[in-house]
């Protein structure tokens, strides 16, 4: 069980490594050919800025995305250990009720 477990993370981690060093190496790439000396129709660079452009905006949409539904999770998680901590620790003896009898 631990040995497939450390699996999934090694696979997390290679996973997220690749989606981050693919958006820095398209910026890269994108900056250090900004002022190449474009030939016209034929030019080599320019499809490849494209490409890169296009790599870039499907990986941020999908990180925009990604942190959306982080912060709709952790707004949940709030609200749910909210109810929880109301709902359980609120009794006579945390309310301070003196119970005469």
């Keep these: ?3 497939h477990f450390n699996r999934k993370q090694i ?9 981050v060093a693919s958006i ?12 190449h000396s474009c030939t016209g129709l034929h030019c080599p660079i320019c499809p490849n800025i ?3 452009e296009k790599i870039i905006g499907q ?4 990180f925009i995305i990604a942190i959306q539904a982080g ?3 952790s707004v ?3 609200f749910l250990f909210y109810f929880i901590t109301d709902t359980v620790l609120s009794t006579p ?4 009720v003196r119970m005469n009898n």
Excluded: H, P, R
């Design 71 to 73: 912060f709709v999770f």
């Design 59 to 62: 990986l941020g949409a999908a």
């Design 11 to 19: 696979i997390a981690f290679l996973i997220c490594f690749f989606f």
């Design 76 to 78: 949940f998680c709030m």
């Design 50 to 52: 494209q490409v890169s």
């Design 24 to 35: 820095l190496l398209s910026m890269t790439y994108i900056v250090k050919e900004a002022d």
């Design 93 to 96: 003896i945390t309310q301070k």
């Design 1 to 3: 069980m631990n040995k």
